[in-house]
């Protein structure tokens, strides 16, 4: 997944874009409008949008059938035609998540280039995800210059950790429309309910005990 500039004709927009396999509808929640996305993602050169991308590309001309383009410099390049539109997702799916172009048919040039994407992996039960780490850190110095190498890393996160707990792992903060959240801030404020609700507790009992008394 990667934030591209996608253009139709003499029009381009950015978004979010995912370069998949086959097995991508077998592990995230990609729905079509209309037919079935695996079917259409199957064929040659296709590709699926969102319905509100394709209004922000294409404006009001329909969107089956025309034909996109990629090139973005580090080796995502090539044609797709629009196959199918997407079902909106829904408003809390995280943006890295919620691609607005999908396609599994993968350029050739994406072979040649270092993959610096958000990339998707499905481990096999009983692997150690440690073990997988060390492993991908020894390739890297086959991938590229060996400056850009060194300021480089290659990390696992597990999938429920990336909502809120990106910063956390990895130190790096969520964008203003990421859609996702920093789980230091959630219990900070969630301390902060807590120290109200025990503050409001005591008002309660002093009003109580100072009522009693004046009865008394």
């Known amino acids: 997944t990667r934030n591209v500039w996608i253009r139709h004709e003499d029009q381009s927009r950015q978004t979010r874009a995912c370069i998949a396999d086959n097995a991508y509808t077998d592990y995230f929640s990609i729905t079509a409008v209309d ?11 296709s590709a699926m949008v969102t319905r509100t991308f394709a209004r922000r590309l294409l404006g009001d001309v329909d969107p089956i059938g025309q034909t996109v383009s990629i090139d973005y410099k580090w080796g ?13 997702y829904p408003d809390a799916t ?19 280039q270092h993959p610096w994407y958000w990339t998707w992996v499905v481990l096999e039960n009983g692997i150690d995800p440690a073990d997988v780490e060390v492993r991908m850190k ?14 480089s ?14 910063t956390s792992d990895f130190g790096i903060r969520p964008g203003p429309n990421s859609g996702s959240g920093d789980i230091s801030q959630l219990y900070l404020f969630l301390s902060a309910g807590v120290l109200l609700l025990l503050i409001v507790a005591a008002n309660f009992v002093n009003l109580t005990t100072a009522h009693a008394s004046a009865r008394g």
């Open 138 to 151: 020894s390739i890297l110095p086959r991938l590229g210059d060996p400056e850009n190498v060194s300021r």
């Open 153 to 166: 890393d290659l990390r696992l996160q597990p999938l429920r950790r990336i909502h809120l707990h990106t």
């Open 94 to 112: 995280e943006d890295i998540l919620a691609p607005d172009f999908v396609t599994i048919s993968r350029p050739a040039t994406m072979e040649d």
């Open 76 to 88: 995502l390049k090539g044609e797709w035609v629009i196959q199918g539109l997407i079902e909106e």
């Open 35 to 45: 037919g079935d996305a695996r079917e259409i993602l199957s064929r040659p050169s």
